[in-house]
């Protein structure tokens, strides 16, 4: 059974840093997807950032350059470090978890389980 439990939401000032993680209870995929979303007040959930069972990342445009996702195996962890943080940032941050191929992990993609998520508040 899948479980994932997101902590370190915090709030911030604009231009802080922080990492949020994600403690994560996986099923026996051969291969898996990872990702971090987020849903600002009053709006839908986006994509933040994916990662392969492999390591390979992907960011969506606003993120790359800025965030970092990480999966460490060995702590079943997911991390996403994230600096230069502005207001329109702030919401609830979701770690997500599918078996996927690397082909189809995608900040965008679909996924069929979900964290209770974690509050990111950045303050101007």
């Known amino acids: 059974q899948v479980r994932l439990e997101e902590s370190g939401g915090d709030s911030v000032q604009t231009g802080g840093s922080l990492r949020v993680s994600c403690d994560v209870t996986l099923a026996n995929w051969w291969t898996y997807c990872l990702a971090w979303f987020r849903r600002p007040p009053g709006k839908e959930r986006e994509g933040v950032a994916s990662?392969?069972?492999?390591?390979?990342?992907r960011y969506v445009d606003s993120a790359n350059g800025r965030f970092t996702i990480t999966w460490d195996r060995t702590e079943n962890t997911l991390y996403l470090q994230m600096t230069n943080l502005q207001p329109e940032e702030t919401g609830t941050y979701y770690c997500a978890a599918e078996g996927k191929v690397a082909s189809d992990c995608r900040p965008e993609g679909w996924f069929g389980n979900w964290g209770q998520g974690t509050q990111v508040t950045v303050s101007s």
């Open positions: 990662v392969v069972s492999d390591g390979r990342a």
